[in-house]
């Protein structure tokens, strides 16, 4: 069984948990399951719920639990931003990227710094993308990052495809 359809059959075991980790601050435990959740949600476009799920627990984290809320509000910058909420997207995603790098979390700025690129390509910004995204990369450490580099380098080609679709059609007219 896929581990999608896995999540889907424990579906309410899984928020139970969830719920149960965010009050008794197990912090651990959802930085652990953020990714699978975020992803999860992303692939079944429960954007709202997740939403809904993300806001909740960012407003039973305390002070100490910083690092988590950088990558709460990446997760949540992300469903925001599927769902055409663009300031509260941009500014949640910006938020987690200053969190971020603060912890040298770089997973979370690679997720955050991709979301922001498809944000301001689905925004029709696509030169302002394509300029975010070739700083992006140039800014990116060396060492392990090649997961977020491709990412990275897909939104690129997505953006300049569409910067070059664009320019096409207007030389047409």
């Known amino acids: 069984m896929h581990y999608v359809e896995i999540i889907q059959t424990h579906l309410d075991d899984i928020r139970v948990a969830w719920q149960w980790a965010s009050t008794a601050h197990g912090v651990a435990l ?39 809320r950088g990558q709460l509000l990446a997760q949540l910058g992300a469903c925001l931003e599927r769902q055409g909420k663009i300031e509260a997207s941009q500014s949640a995603l910006e938020n987690a990227i200053a969190i971020a790098h603060r912890y040298k979390d770089y997973q979370t700025i690679g997720f955050a710094h991709v979301a922001l690129a498809r944000l301001l390509v689905s925004k029709g910004n696509i030169s302002s993308a394509i300029e975010y995204l070739r700083s992006r990369l140039a800014a990116l450490p ?32």
């Open 30 to 68: 959802l930085q652990r399951a953020l990714p699978v959740l975020g992803a999860f949600y992303a692939l079944r476009g429960a954007h709202g719920e997740a939403e809904e799920r993300f806001q909740e627990t960012l407003a039973q984290l305390g002070e100490e639990d910083e690092a988590l």
């Open 142 to 173: 060396e060492g392990d990052f090649l997961t977020i580099r491709a990412e990275l380098l897909l939104y690129l080609g997505i953006a300049e495809g569409r910067q070059m679709h664009h320019d096409a059609a207007a030389a047409a007219l």
